[in-house]
């Protein structure tokens, strides 16, 4: 197990690799013609994945919200994950037309 001391410099590292590893990938999709639409699905749904497993690993219990907490988490959920799809898909929409 890590030490706390150096448990962030951890979390950096592996969130600068699955940042840089994530956009090398969608690069490779892009050039072999997969839509923007479908990349913007595969990776949001990637990420989807990946943290539901973490939390999973580290117990339920982080999973549950208070009633108070609902409605934030709902209204969260729908604009900022709705943004960011948003964003990614224009992002690589953008970068499609930029080396035509």
Do not use: C, P
């Not at 923007?36 to 580290?58: D, E, G």
């Not at 709705?82 to 930029?98: D, G, P």
Request: hydrophobic share 55%.
């Amino acid at each position: 197990m890590l030490s706390v001391k150096h448990r962030g410099e951890f979390l950096l590292i592996t969130a600068a690799m699955g940042f840089a590893l994530g956009g090398v990938a969608a690069k490779i999709l892009r050039e072999a013609d997969m839509d923007a639409f479908r990349l913007t699905q595969i990776r949001s749904t990637a990420a989807a994945v990946i943290l539901l497993t973490i939390a999973l690993i580290n117990g339920k219990r982080q999973l549950y919200a208070r009633r108070d907490e609902i409605k934030d988490l709902i209204l969260f959920g729908i604009i900022g994950v709705s943004a960011v799809t948003s964003f990614t898909f224009l992002q690589l929409n953008t970068y499609m037309f930029q080396w035509l």
